[in-house]
């Protein structure tokens, strides 16, 4: 049974917009009106009961129930069948490694970084190639935008009052994407972290924002060591949170498949590409301002005069996605308190 | 859809109602010892040296103590690092400053 409160509103499409939006209750974006009909069939799909605990979101420590996250499911546009993402994506963010408090509250723009493994992203169509961080594709857009309203509307981050975002930027509204397991020549980020190939996981990461890194070289293709290059030092920019703060930092490369190919073509596994890109992602000390050269000595992340991205390579994190063409990368800097991603196993009901 | 109206479901999720309950508040502060524990951002360390002269100038506190959360926490024995941001005072050190202080004050600069 349904216990949220019933509210009465305009019938008419424009009419729901408006009053939802007056309450303060979406991302600014029309919205769907979260109907007892709509709302129970999320919840029958996961086969729990409405009032059962996924867990307390920071800051406002809004209890997310089963019917609370099946009504921003519905607002967001999710179909019933993406539910079990967003329990455990839920879960996943308020472990504590995950430092989700600070995330809501921070003038930092971060917000997480939803990355799917396994068979669910077939199961839900969850694009894992060609414009997977683009617009186009309802399980990726919505599912990263529910998690947004449950932040909002559940975690009680109200964007400039409680989330003190300087900026804030684009992937606030969403951002999940599923790894293209099927095009990487390497083993999935889930089998990485220990998890089955045949396991389904979300992995949140706390994404501060993103840039395109085109490692390439016009009518040629690029060679690995080229890539190597490009890519290791799209993460030493001057102002990402890796660089400027001194935590041992785990930052994210969304490598496309040619990349990914091109490396592998060489004999890299992923491993070896993590060291190779640690030990280039490197800045003289003397770049440094000197406070910060001083906070990167106390935390030994220093080499041989070179300041380190982070302590050790394996805590790079590598996601092979994107569509077959173009030599396109993508570097995720990350909140940068030390925080690390955390992966849940999606429970699909039946399965 | 047609009619004057439409139900929906609330979305917002309430917190749990919460039995802890505030320790008891001091009326004045004339005579205590503050503790002023900064969590670890960059220039709390220099608005608490002058907000401590302060609170002793106008507000009559015998004594002050700093904590610096983030250097007091910043490695374990074995050199690793493990102070990350916006964590909670480690209970090793919020006890020390129980013991010490009357009141305890938190803050950032950043």
């Keep these: 049974m349904l216990t949220s409160k019933l509210i009465e509103v305009s019938p008419s499409f424009h009419g729901i917009y408006e009053d939802l939006y007056e309450r303060g209750w979406t991302d600014g974006l029309p919205v769907i009106p979260p109907t007892d009909d709509l709302v129970q069939a999320c919840i029958e799909y996961v086969g729990r009961d409405a009032g059962d605990i996924v ?9 997310a129930t089963i019917e609370k996250i099946a009504i921003n499911a519905v607002m967001a546009g999710c ?25 809501q509250v921070t003038s930092n723009p971060a917000t997480p970084f939803l990355v799917i493994n396994g068979p669910i992203r077939q199961q839900i169509g969850l694009n894992c190639g060609a414009s997977a961080l683009g617009p186009g594709f309802r399980a990726n857009a919505t599912i990263g935008r529910a998690i947004r309203l449950l932040l909002l ?35 999935p980020l889930h089998v990485e972290r220990g998890f089955s190939q045949e396991e389904s ?28 290059t490009i890519l290791a030092h799209s993460m030493t920019v001057m102002g990402t949170t890796e660089v400027i703060t001194a935590f041992y930092n785990h930052p ?36 440094l301002p000197p406070w910060l050269a001083d906070e990167k000595r106390a935390c030994n992340l220093v080499e041989d005069g070179m300041m380190l991205l982070t302590d050790k390579p394996e805590r790079l994190t590598l996601i092979v996605a994107g569509g077959p063409t173009g030599l396109h990368s993508t570097y995720v800097p990350i909140m940068g308190g030390g925080q690390a991603p955390i992966t849940k196993v999606i429970k699909v009901p039946g399965r | 859809m047609g009619g004057s109206t439409i139900l929906i479901r609330d979305p917002i999720g309430e917190p749990r109602t919460s039995d802890l309950k505030l320790s008891p508040r001091p009326e004045s502060l004339e005579g205590l010892t503050v503790g002023l524990l900064s969590n670890g951002w960059w220039s709390w360390n220099v608005v608490q040296q002058r907000f401590g002269e302060l609170l002793k100038e106008r507000c009559g506190v015998a004594d002050t103590m700093f904590l610096d959360f983030r250097a007091a926490t910043m490695k374990d024995k074995g050199g690793n690092l493990t102070w990350k941001i916006a964590r909670g005072a480690d209970p ?15 803050g950032l600069g950043n």
């Excluded at chain 1, 867990?55 to 209890?63: F, H, L, Q, R, T």
């Design chain 1, 79 to 103: 179909r019933p069948e993406y539910m079990p993402v967003l329990l455990a994506a839920i879960e996943a963010m308020i472990g504590s490694e995950f430092e989700l408090r600070a995330m």
């Design chain 1, 201 to 228: 996981t979300v992995t949140v990461i706390p994404a501060a924002g993103c840039f395109n890194v085109y490692a390439g070289t016009r009518g040629e293709f690029a060679g690995a060591d080229s890539a190597l």
């Design chain 1, 252 to 287: 994210v490369l969304i490598v496309n498949q040619m990349h990914a190919g091109i490396l592998a073509n060489v004999g890299l596994s992923k491993q070896q590409v993590k060291q190779i890109l640690w030990e280039r992602a490197r800045l003289p000390m003397g770049m």
């Design chain 1, 153 to 187: 509307n559940v975690g009680g981050a109200i964007p400039g009052t409680v989330d003190k975002a300087t900026l804030g930027w684009p992937g606030k509204f969403t951002m999940c994407l599923g790894e293209n397991e099927e095009a990487s020549p390497w083993e």
């Design chain 2, 92 to 106: 090793y050190y919020a006890d020390q400053l129980a013991d010490k202080c009357d009141v305890v004050i938190t």
């Design chain 1, 55 to 63: 867990g307390e979101i920071p800051p406002a420590g809004g209890v």
